[in-house]
């Protein structure tokens, strides 16, 4: 790169101060959060991605430099976008992975949820983890096991949420056999991902959950909601 192509050092100071500016707006988001998914969080974290990429492009272009620092980034992973600009409906795609860390845990709380179902189709579904797991998800809502999966014997994996926009709602049943072929990630409005790879993503809630799940030995849980929904 030629001289008069290169920025300036002032032009590096200022995208310098851009990523402490950033950096503060991070944690100060985080600081405030109100879930685990708080949108100011993700807004927070893709502004200090962004200013950290100015900075270590001009410290390389200016001073032949690189930062130490590598926030990975699941925009990169998308097309630009390509749907309607002010869209008639939406898609939302969610993925959540867990682990069946507990198996025992699981089973104790699906032989709960069985006892105070006077429906109840008997022990037999319970005693598997298959079964167990159909019982669970057939009682409480998505959300709500994401919140209380160490509850549950689980243990989270990576999440991420889509917001696909759409030209016109779907018709009743028209996509319920292959709900997600027609992800197209040209129409993502925008997406929400949690994964281990995000380290500033990983905050200290989880000890009082887990502090929780501790005190509760697997033969003495109690009683679930069974009217939670």
Same mark, same amino acid.
């Given at each position: 790169?030629?001289?008069?192509?290169?920025? =300036?050092?002032?032009?590096?100071?200022?995208?310098?101060?851009?990523?402490? =500016?950033?950096?503060?707006?991070?944690?100060?988001?985080? *600081?405030?959060? =109100?879930?685990? $998914?708080?949108?100011?969080? @993700?807004?927070?974290?893709?502004?200090?991605?962004?200013?950290?990429?100015?900075?270590? /492009?001009?410290?390389?272009?200016? @001073?032949?430099?690189?930062?130490?620092?590598?926030?990975?980034?699941? *925009?990169?992973?998308?097309?630009?976008?390509?749907?309607?600009?002010?869209?008639?409906?939406?898609?939302?795609?969610?993925?959540?992975?867990?682990?069946?860390?507990?198996?025992?845990?699981?089973?104790?709380?699906?032989?709960?949820?069985?006892?105070? &179902?006077?429906?109840?189709?008997?022990?037999?579904?319970?005693?598997?983890?298959?079964?167990?797991?159909?019982?669970?998800?057939?009682?409480?809502?998505? &959300?709500?096991?994401?919140?209380?999966?160490?509850?549950?014997?689980?243990?989270?994996? $990576?999440?991420?949420?889509?917001?696909?926009?759409?030209? /016109?709602?779907?018709?009743?049943? /028209?996509?319920?056999? =292959?709900?997600?072929?027609?992800?197209?990630?040209?129409?993502?409005?925008?997406?929400? &991902?949690?994964?281990?790879?995000? $380290?500033?993503?990983?905050?200290?809630?989880?000890?009082? $959950?887990?502090?929780?799940?501790?005190?509760?030995? &697997?033969?003495?849980?109690?009683?679930?909601?069974?009217?939670?929904?």
């Amino acid at each position: 790169m030629s001289d008069a192509a290169q920025p =300036t050092a002032a032009e590096v100071r200022a995208a310098a101060e851009a990523v402490k =500016t950033a950096l503060d707006r991070h944690l100060a988001a985080v *600081e405030r959060r =109100t879930g685990e $998914d708080d949108p100011a969080v @993700y807004e927070a974290f893709n502004e200090l991605a962004a200013a950290a990429e100015v900075y270590d /492009e001009l410290l390389y272009d200016r @001073y032949d430099e690189v930062t130490p620092f590598e926030i990975p980034g699941a *925009e990169d992973s998308l097309p630009p976008y390509a749907g309607p600009e002010e869209p008639n409906a939406l898609s939302v795609l969610i993925r959540r992975d867990y682990a069946v860390a507990e198996p025992q845990r699981l089973l104790a709380q699906a032989r709960r949820i069985e006892a105070a &179902d006077d429906e109840g189709v008997g022990g037999a579904v319970s005693d598997t983890v298959h079964g167990a797991l159909g019982i669970l998800f057939g009682e409480f809502e998505a &959300d709500e096991i994401a919140s209380r999966h160490k509850e549950f014997g689980l243990e989270e994996g $990576d999440s991420t949420l889509w917001v696909l926009a759409a030209d /016109e709602p779907a018709e009743p049943g /028209e996509w319920l056999e =292959t709900p997600f072929e027609q992800a197209d990630p040209g129409r993502v409005v925008c997406r929400f &991902d949690v994964s281990s790879v995000f $380290d500033e993503l990983d905050d200290g809630d989880d000890g009082d $959950d887990e502090e929780l799940v501790d005190d509760i030995e &697997d033969e003495e849980l109690e009683p679930l909601d069974a009217d939670r929904r």
